[in-house]
């Protein structure tokens, strides 16, 4: 779903409005990471004008982060599309993998989903009736981040280069699993995970702790992770999925209002011992 030439603008003004409030040193850093231009050569003083410059082409998608990422907060464009395969209300994230190797993709998309985050594996996501590469784009297009799994051969692959290059291109995080491939070319840039022999759950943890910290994926996936806790189905589940909260390192005001809600509504919580104790003892620690 293209943004529309209103939606751009939109876009362009907010970005350039944010940025301009940052050093040259930051600006330029800003759009470095997002795969956007720069310019040492810049005659003029004005940040607004020469980041207008340098974002004016950029791809939907990449305008749409950018503008995430500097803290406003939009509905429009890619993000605004909700595919039946992307689970609501989680982190979406795209496993890249060999078709030969779908069987452990799909391994690890059930040990995430737990996690709070939904994942699409092509060969397994895709109705056969629909069209392959149009799906494919469509979840690249509103995916959070893209995670390779790189078994050998991974790179002489007709899909898989691409479908990183189209994640770099919208300037989302790029993660990187060596399974018997070492991260080559463009992919060596990027956060690497040792997925060899290693136990699907452990590797599915690691990478949650990583969304954790990435700055473009944190606030996401703690929104998530908070759904998860109002969901609990069990005395069981509230109290591991406290444990998750409880380690956040961001935080917003309307997560002390939900697991407030959700202490009160779902009896799992407040019939779990010690959790409504820990959600009063979570709401105190952020609200100071």
């Known amino acids: 779903m293209p943004l529309s030439p209103s939606e751009r603008v939109t876009l362009i003004k907010e970005i350039c409005t ?67 395969f992307w689970v609501k209300s989680r982190l979406r994230m795209f496993l890249s993998h060999l078709a030969a190797h779908r069987a452990l993709a799909a391994e690890l998309q059930q ?18 009736t629909e069209e392959w590469q149009t799906q494919i784009e469509v979840a690249l297009s509103t995916c959070d981040l893209l995670v390779a799994l790189l078994h050998p051969e991974f790179h002489k692959s007709s899909w898989t280069d691409q479908e990183i290059g189209f994640a770099m291109g919208r300037g989302i995080p ?29 590797l599915a943890k690691e990478l949650l702790v990583a969304c954790l910290k990435h700055k473009q994926t944190q606030t996401t996936i703690a929104g998530a992770l908070v759904s998860r806790f109002e969901e609990s189905e069990s005395f ?23 697991i407030t809600a959700a202490a009160e509504a779902n009896g799992q919580i407040s019939g779990s011992f010690g959790v409504p104790q820990r959600v009063k003892a979570l709401v105190k620690k952020w609200s100071t």
């Open 18 to 84: 944010r940025l301009g409030q940052e050093e040259w040193a930051l600006l330029d850093l800003t759009l470095k990471q997002f795969g956007l231009p720069t310019n040492d050569e810049w005659g003029s003083p004005d940040k607004g004008g020469y980041t207008i410059e340098m974002i004016g082409k950029a791809a939907d998608g990449v305008l749409v982060d950018l503008a995430k990422h500097v803290g406003y907060e939009t509905k429009i464009g890619p993000h605004s599309v909700e595919p039946a």
């Open 111 to 128: 040990a995430l989903y737990p996690l709070g985050i939904s994942c699409f594996v092509a060969h397994n996501d895709i109705v056969p």
């Open 174 to 202: 790029v993660f990187a699993v060596r399974i018997g491939q070492d991260p080559y070319g463009f992919i060596g840039r990027f956060q690497a995970f040792n997925g060899l022999g290693k136990p699907i759950p452990t």
């Open 236 to 258: 069981a589940n509230a109290k591991e999925r406290i444990k998750y909260l409880e380690d956040l390192e961001t935080w917003e005001q309307s997560f002390s209002d939900r």
